[in-house]
């Protein structure tokens, strides 16, 4: 059966009965070459070699640096490198000195604003800026309210001056104090028959519908 490395390997190191050492997890001396070695020099040169040391210190670090061009120093990260951006562009950052104007609060009261210059107050050609008189103006009014107003001169009555008092209760059906004994409905707190005959509306009733005698007066 072929190993799963004779892929990379050439044949004669596979043969049977060849020298060659077929042992990739073993560490011989520098100059027995197994079928890794080239692997092995690729990681030199090594602060600490752990396979050459007399006592094999497990604490120390095999590389105590990164590569050779460095002095020792570690390079920086992508984060530093990119805050640094901020002092290439320090002069954006930096507090400018704005244009002192004119009129300041000390010299307010002496200033003469509205002199006459022979120029427009507002509008085009007006020396300081002024918004229009109806720049705040609210337009509350809707399309229906404009395209749909009476054809005549609308009067508004003066009845709300003579307010005339609500009696449409007097036509409410109340809950019938006989018809309706055996019903689930209950006015007020109390629980024992009301047939009293006198409802919630019976004065307005009384103000709508006069009562009337059925029995003509005698004339003399």
């Not at 390997?9 to 050492?21: A, H, Q, T, Y």
């Not at 507090?95 to 009129?103: G, S």
């Not at 007006?126 to 705040?136: F, G, K, Q, T, W």
């Not at 009476?150 to 209760?169: C, H, V």
Request: aromatic share 10%; charged share 30%.
């Amino acid at each position: 059966m072929t190993s799963t490395w004779s892929t990379t390997v050439p044949d004669f190191v596979e043969r049977k009965g060849s020298m060659f050492l077929r042992s990739n997890h073993m560490n011989y001396a520098r100059a027995t070459l197994t079928s890794n070695w080239h692997q092995a020099r690729e990681a030199e040169p090594k602060d600490y070699d752990i396979s050459r040391d007399a006592v094999r210190d497990l604490c120390k670090a095999t590389y105590g640096r990164i590569g050779n061009i460095t002095n020792g120093s570690l390079p920086k990260t992508t984060y530093q490198d990119h805050s640094e951006e901020i002092f290439l562009r320090k002069r954006e950052f930096e507090e400018k000195e704005t244009r002192k104007p004119m009129i300041t609060i000390e010299n307010f009261a002496n200033a003469n604003i509205d002199r006459e210059l022979g120029s427009p107050q507002s509008g085009y050609g007006s020396v300081l800026p002024r918004h229009h008189p109806d720049h705040h103006k609210y337009y509350l009014e809707s399309t229906h309210a404009a395209d749909y107003k009476p054809p005549y001169p609308y009067i508004p009555s003066d009845s709300k001056k003579e307010e005339q008092p609500d009696l449409s209760i007097a036509f409410k059906k109340c809950h019938s104090q006989f018809t309706d004994t055996g019903d689930y409905r209950r006015c007020g707190r109390n629980t024992w028959q009301d047939e009293s005959g006198i409802y919630n509306n019976t004065h307005f009733k009384r103000q709508i519908f006069k009562v009337a005698d059925p029995i003509p007066v005698q004339l003399e």
